[in-house]
């Protein structure tokens, strides 16, 4: 029987030729990309030149396309937009490859750190993402004819509408009330309409366990979800998340990424990750990684970490083409320890941006909550990293405030801040400064938590 990780026809199990047979693929694809972004005048062709390439045949192999600087990232997309905003009244980017009337999906960013930046589909474009979403779909175990329940942020969110529009495509029955209905809307539609399949941030999915007696009378075990696929943020990917789905919901759980450029990854069923296999290899150049610091690019094989450069092998509409996405990922390639399927996943470390430096020691805000989540349910897994100026620096000792699980003794408390401290030392090499407060002290959210709070003097 096929697995359903199964999508390419490579028939090898050692990695060099795996990847050398994925470079391949690659290049056959991005010669003919190459060419079409070149006929983009006001952006891609610019950069292009500013990288000292004249013509679309100066690139003559992959390694030379892996040797062309970033061409656009967050900063700069901002820029294409609010220019093409300005020049021709709309703000899809100077970097649109297609018209505007062949644009015609949408989905954003939150926005919360400044101007919301625009993910733009063709029809095409719209149609392979719904392929490529519809793997991971499948993966889940999510059949044709099942409700899903879907309780991401629909104001234009990736996970938003454009998952509602690939579920149903795919065939199933999406019920999107959406994080902006709230957590008792939430849990009556699910109590009423008997989803299969729960589609939701891991802080929203911690919300209905916490929440669920008080709103509706009973436990979230009693509502049949069997599936929950989580997104977004840090933590779907934990032992310890997972263990607590499995306790509370009597459910698997999933953790994805996807619906940018064609990407698409997701853990599989094992009762631990092992990464997220990468799910869109004949679409998307998901992990050309580079260092972060000389921008160079790196050799990609089992164990690599790096920043990775998001190129969409075939996309039409204001494509990633040497996007730095500011991911820093890690590399897995071969046969994976927890389903056995052999090909590339991925562990996603962390934000370049989000990286802090402590006395010259590099961690990321995912690797600290990963140690506090070890001490559920004594902490109940919510986090606060406090700076008093913007990361990376960070002026010693850093501040980590962690809440007390449900129930936990405050005399326990300082026992614990020092256990979590020492922990924390073994593992990432610096000792943090670390109070404990109240159980529910710290804001609850159904979208994406920020982990990190600058608190300026």
């Not at 989905?107 to 625009?118: D, E, K, L, N, V």
Request: proline share 7%; net charge neutral; charged share 25%.
């Amino acid at each position: 029987m096929t697995s359903p990780l199964s999508y390419l026809d490579i028939d090898t199990r050692d990695p060099a030729e795996y990847l050398a047979a994925l470079d391949t693929l690659r290049w056959q694809k991005l010669q003919r990309q190459i060419r079409y972004v070149w006929t983009n005048e006001d952006y891609y062709r610019k950069r292009f030149l500013e990288a000292g390439i004249r013509a679309p045949e100066d690139l003559r192999t992959l390694a030379d396309f892996r040797c062309l600087p970033a061409f656009i990232d967050k900063a700069r997309h901002r820029e294409s937009q609010d220019e093409s905003l300005k020049r021709y009244g709309h703000p899809l980017g100077l970097h649109l490859t297609t018209t505007p009337e062949n644009a015609i999906h949408l989905a954003a960013t939150s926005g919360t750190t400044g101007t919301p930046t625009f993910y733009v589909f063709s029809r095409r474009d719209l149609e392979i993402t719904c392929k490529v979403l519809g793997r991971l779909f499948r993966v889940a175990g999510i059949r044709p004819g099942d409700t899903t329940f879907h309780a991401f942020g629909l104001s234009l969110w990736l996970a938003g509408i454009t998952y509602v529009q690939a579920l149903e495509a795919y065939g199933a029955r999406p019920v999107a009330v959406g994080a902006e209905g709230g957590v008792p809307k939430i849990l009556r539609y699910i109590e009423i309409t008997r989803p299969r399949v729960l589609f939701a941030t891991p802080s929203m999915v911690n919300q209905l366990i916490e929440r669920a007696q008080d709103e509706i009378g009973k436990p979230v075990g009693t509502l049949g979800i069997e599936t929950v696929v989580v997104c977004g943020e840090p933590g779907g990917s934990q032992p310890i998340f997972r263990a607590r789905v499995r306790a509370h919901f009597g459910a698997q759980t999933f953790d994805i990424t996807g619906g940018a450029w064609h990407n698409g990854t997701i853990t599989c069923d094992s009762r631990d990750a092992h990464g997220m296999h990468y799910m869109a290899e004949d679409h998307c150049f998901r992990y050309d990684l580079v260092d972060p610091e000389t921008r160079l690019p790196l050799e990609l094989k089992d164990g690599a970490v790096g920043e990775a450069i998001h190129t969409g092998l075939e996309y039409e509409a204001s494509p990633a083409f040497r996007n730095a996405t500011g991911d820093m990922l890690r590399l897995h390639v071969g046969e994976c320890p927890g389903c056995g399927h052999f090909g590339v996943r991925m562990e996603i470390l962390g934000r370049v941006d989000d990286m802090l430096m402590i006395k010259g020691v590099k961690a990321y805000p995912a690797a600290l909550q990963k140690v506090v989540h070890e001490f559920q349910p004594k902490l109940s897994g919510e986090l606060r990293i406090r700076l008093d100026a913007p990361p990376p620096k960070v002026n010693p000792p850093l501040q980590l405030i962690v809440e007390a699980g449900e129930g936990t003794p405050e005399s326990t408390w300082p026992m614990l801040a020092s256990a979590l401290s020492q922990r924390i030392r073994e593992l990432l090499s610096f000792r943090p400064n670390v109070t404990v407060q109240p159980f529910g002290s710290l804001p609850r959210s159904g979208a994406k938590t920020k982990l990190i709070e600058v608190v300026e003097a």
